[in-house]
């Protein structure tokens, strides 16, 4: 395996869940891949043989959706998994596992929000997945250099591209959003002697695709 003096890093968002498919909010709630999602991983992980890309390790969030994703990937690349909860999707608070009708109707979004508010009541704030996802990115830079596939979620796959791109969160949700489709990924770099990362690429599976 090739070694390189550099971090190469895929973000990749799980693939289709039977939550996104029935429009539950799922925060940490655990639902499984459907079985669109299984196809879409599987056709990925082909893309990735065929293609030779390699990795050093797979690093998955170990709710079913991302690690189901990442073992379909793992076998198919012959790589080795690990599961970090630090990957694990925003707390959605009371509003995990409802289904965005029901959520609306208990729960329904204030006029505002500030970047400390409680999602869903209880749940992870814009903040606290902001610094949440500034830790796991820390983890991943105190490893080897190398290349390496992380498995996760959308929310803070959003949060990594802020942290790695000097991005601050903003009231309400504005400013800028990074749209990970289920098996969309970035590819970044990141450079330990200059400390610069590089937004590589933005890679989304359309329907064509799949």
């Not at 208990?106 to 970047?115: A, G, I, L, Q």
Request: glycine share 8%; proline share 5%; charged share 20%.
């Amino acid at each position: 395996m090739e070694s390189i003096d550099f971090y190469q890093i895929y973000f990749l968002r799980h693939g289709e869940s039977t939550g996104n498919a029935n429009g539950y909010h799922q925060g940490q709630s655990d639902f499984p891949l459907s079985e669109k999602g299984v196809q879409q991983a599987q056709q990925l992980a082909s893309r990735w043989k065929a293609e030779g890309i390699f990795f050093n390790k797979i690093i998955s969030s170990p709710l079913s959706r991302a690690r189901q994703t990442a073992e379909i990937i793992a076998q198919a690349l012959s790589m080795p998994i690990e599961c970090d909860p630090i990957w694990m999707e925003r707390d959605a608070g009371l509003l995990s596992g409802l289904h965005a009708e029901e959520a609306q109707k208990r729960y329904p979004r204030p006029d505002f929000m500030s970047v400390y508010d409680k999602i869903g009541k209880t749940g992870e704030s814009q903040w606290e997945l902001f610094l949440r996802a500034g830790k796991a990115v820390d983890t991943l830079i105190k490893r080897e250099t190398g290349r390496y596939l992380v498995v996760s979620h959308g929310g803070i796959l959003n949060m990594v591209l802020y942290v790695t791109l000097g991005i601050f969160p903003q009231p309400n949700f504005y400013g800028a959003q990074f749209l990970f489709t289920n098996t969309g990924y970035a590819v970044l770099h990141f450079y330990p002697q200059t400390h610069n990362w590089l937004l590589v690429e933005l890679s989304h599976p359309t329907r064509k695709d799949f």
